[in-house]
């Protein structure tokens, strides 16, 4: 072959990995932005990494993300209660070794500030029960829940239920495409909570993520499969964790972890947004 032929044949070989790419990465999400849905310190970082770095203080952060499908708006966790944003000095924690939160701007405001209203939030889906998670969840009355059967039959400390009943709700078991097409796929990993669950979403330029939910709650812990004190099956956990990284090798994708300062630190906040 001379050697512009063979350029052609590398060309074409070229442009068909890259049509074939792009068919992988097909998407109907076209933004996803990251909300800050609470800043805090955690008092003992050890009740997170049992033995490691006890007495520790660390400072946390708490991410909603707001996914826009084709079909319509998907809110991933709800951060801690908007009310917090109110106190001057945040909401100290019962337990000293706990998370003292705060929050510089309510989850409303930064809707508004995208035009979005509550009324247009499709669905709401909570990794897990605990409050810096569902603490804004009765923002959207309308919206339908995602949650897992096992999460939403927990009973509260108080021995209640954790939502509202009249709360329109899909009870899941297990994994759910939620748009039908792949894009949004909420994936079952128990451990830190009875039916706690993360999120893998496709992006057409940044490509796949999993959000952790608290599946992990900081880089270190991820890299060494420390599983926190506070958790109720240690087993599922670590079991949930494999599954996390198993897909991660399979999708190539990024993990996001929740409260990671670090990595937030790291990544654009809206307004800005990912597609
Ligand atoms: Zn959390």
Known sequence: MKRS?????????????????????????????????????????????????????MDFVDNCYLIHHSLGWLLWDTGVADAIAAMPDGQAPADPKAIHWRRPKTLASQLDQLAVRPADIKFVAISHTHPDHIGNVELFPQAVLLVQKAEYDWPSPSGGGRFKPEHP??????????????????ISTPGHTPGHQSLLVKLLKTGVLVLSGDAVHFKSNWENRRVPSINTD???????????????AK?????????DKAQRDSLKMAPDYYD
């Open 251 to 259: 999708e190539n994708a990024q993990l996001w972890i929740n409260h």
């Open 234 to 248: 240690k087993d599922k956990t670590l079991i949930s964790m494999q599954r996390i990284a198993d897909l991660l």
């Open 169 to 186: 709700v899909t009870e899941l078991e297990g994994d759910y495409d939620v748009f039908g097409d792949g894009s949004v796929m909420i």
């Open 5 to 57: 032929s063979i350029l052609i044949a590398a060309l074409a070989v070229l442009s068909i990995s890259a049509v074939v790419a792009s068919a992988q990465t097909k998407s109907d999400v076209d933004k996803l932005y990251i909300l800050n849905c609470g800043e805090g310190v955690a008092g003992d970082i050890s009740r997170w990494s049992p033995g490691v770095d006890v007495g520790k203080s």
